[in-house]
């Protein structure tokens, strides 16, 4: 079986299992087998975490930034074999998607992270000569970083957003590979490794599981070794975690199922119907849905022109052949949640089931509700659906729009498109503020896929988008702050003083 | 029954028991009767913040400062009536406590609360005008405040550092006075409630209950209209209502339990070690020892200085009269404390019983252990005592100091002494080291007693001593940043961007 990085070495995993990758296009199993490792391989890696962190603290910024430029070069110089490998294993295209925009984003992140390292501005630092006190954030410790399926570079536990914030802040990585993509996060920790042997970081600042058992994944997280954790995934596995970390009153940072609600107001439909209906489709397909941005609820008004709109998408989405999904549980999750908005009063406008082709597929679906209806119901409406699935709800009027927005729960984006000659500026307003309490971003006359890595992008919302609406999970050097602790000198001698707090 | 504050009136209280206050000095009860809430004003206050957020929105930092600034002027104003009424619930001194330094301090408070809130740093907006992408940090919603029993002004639910920090970042306060002091509260809360109504802030900005039942502070605590809760207090309670916010997702600051370990080297008590005395004996009695930084756990290295230390901090100990408590409840607690104390190895060298004056009152205790009891049993040796009770633990030596350090559970503060001449420097840097993780303010020479309002200041630490170790209670502006959430517009028209975000 493959073996796991530990304390800075390829080592035989300890594992009662294994597992493989499938092709998603055709549902086999694909490449090598790979560990679920058995505890004491999780054992392994925190105490080796423990020494890393310690000996973190004694790296300059300029030395962890060395190591994240060297591991973007090195993943630049391999892009075709990396991007080759995860379109393998995702059936994400390798161009336009892998090699084109997720591999240079991921090499662009790492950058700005070297770069965060090296000015050290997350630090911000604060002397109170007068007083005597100064403070900084430092670094945090060990941060247990769980990946996703639908970003194998971009949010890899060992090479994306997390990775990139928790390393930049002087913090020792556990990564946890998601088992959708293992040979790719293999190449990516050998560039890693490479790196940060190169850069002279402490051995275990990166480690690598592909895979541990639910039970220990909770331990893992409520581990005194452990600092903080860092999640990107489903609710119910989320939800999980943030329950045991909680337990022990450890940070943990969560980016969870988000409906992305997109308001289409109806100045704006008469304006320019057949370029929203192309926008909206386009969005809810890129990538068979499975981006934590996909718009799977819309509000339209009711009329002729929300019949056209309902029409126009329902078209693209029969026309569109059915995208390969990641995984089976992919599927089956969107067969249960479908199941569960049918219950609560969604109609079938087309799709519904697993698409009959080879591999991992499930038809584009679309579904639609009223506006009473979804006030009626509307926690059940809202039910995660990951994947090429949105729910149309169709409302009376403004004031009921504003209902919807009410509630809505938690989200990362809520999008409001308006007509540009100022026809629906006072509902756009109210729809504002109301869903302002409820998003991370909000967005106007653009579909919320596409989270560009600025340094004002949110990434982030209210629970259950997130654990806290304070933080984001892109955006450097916004997204460092995750991992950094407030440390107070107080009467501190100076030559015991962090140089940023120097006089 | 006196009445509450809710949506700017006071009103009846609904509510089935209440309670009076008690003079610490004599154990008897006086003043008013005050009520505890039934659900039905949670209710009430719940709903009337809701629409006060929203009225918040629309006041701009310069309203809000007015508000801050008329409240500091009341209070100042009234503060003789206010430190005499504080004086008879709490027991502590008019002089030179509460009118010469926590009076001042509160007002100080309020005012940079308020310059915060004019300037409105907090909000570090981001304009990335090439992506049309921008983000600042707005208010999050209304915000429960449960205030502590040690600083009826200075914490106070309704006037202290998380009221002022909720407030400055535009946040409607559902304040729950201590039960310890609620005729100080109700002046605090009237001069609040003169300030809103001069600024003009909505009516339900600033809202006061007295008391409600446990169930229903934690039912608050999850209630889908409530954005956050702070809680200052003891860590059972606080633990209880974590619990209820985190499995809602909901943010919670707490600042708990802390042992405030010090540590005292070898050099410096062969160099000053009567000071030393005079400064512990000082930092663990002041105010009967009830400060969340009061130092419950010291270090010394065993040897006749220790020995000196010791007999010089228990001959204090027994000479000093036994102060008044702030409540029944803190006897019970001390004296269940230090049962846990002594069953987890720890002797009694003076003290250890209720004092058998009147009031409420307990012995000053001073209790001891050695290293190796201390890292056999270190969690039960940490079991919270709140009051003024110290235990010294005589360690073989450095290293073993060092493994005491390793032990030290989340704490607010960790103090280091050493000899001024360079002779302790090796072991002050490694303690320092393993202390930095686990403490928030990491201090020299100094005690922990004594929170200075700085910039500088973090009033935090690791968990069990608050909930996050990134945040603190202390400082402004670092403590409005608990309070605000991160609002990012991406591609949002102009005319609907806050001010802070315009080109």
Known sequence: MTPVLIAGEWVSANAKRGFRAHDPKTSEPIGDEFPVSDWSDCDAALSAAVGAAEALEACSGDQIASFLDAYAGGLAGNAEAICRQAEEETALPYQPRLADVEMPRTV???????EAARVGAW??????????IRSCYGPLGPVFVLGPNNFPLAFNAVSGGDFAAAIATG????????????ATTRLLAQAAQAAAAEAGLPAASVQLLYGVENEHGLRMAADPRLAAVAFTGSRPAGLAL?????????????EMSSVNPVFFLPGAVAERRDALIEELAGSCLMAAGQFCTCPNLF?????DDAEAVLQGVQDRFQQRPAGALFAEAVVRGLASSIASL????????CGGAEAGDAGFRFQNTLLKTTGDAFLANPAALQTEAFGPVSLAVVVRDGEQAVQVARHIEGSLTGSIYSSTQGDDDALALRLQQTLRRRVGRLINDKMPTGVAVSPAMNHGGPFPATGNPGFTAVGIPASLRRFAKLDCYDNVRPARLPAC???
Chains 1, 2 share one sequence.
């Open 108 to 114: 662009n992140q790492l950058r700005l992270a070297a």
């Open 123 to 132: 630090r911000a630092p604060v002397v109170d000569a007068a007083a005597n």
């Open 171 to 182: 913090n020792p990585v556990i990564a946890k590979a998601h088992p959708a993509h293992p």
């Open 242 to 254: 943030k329950a045991a970390a909680d337990a022990v009153g450890k940070p943990i940072y969560l």
């Open 299 to 303: 509000v339209l008004h009711a009329g």
């Open 342 to 349: 049918k219950a609560a009063g969604a109609e079938v406008a």
């Open 501 to 503: 707090l120097a006089d």
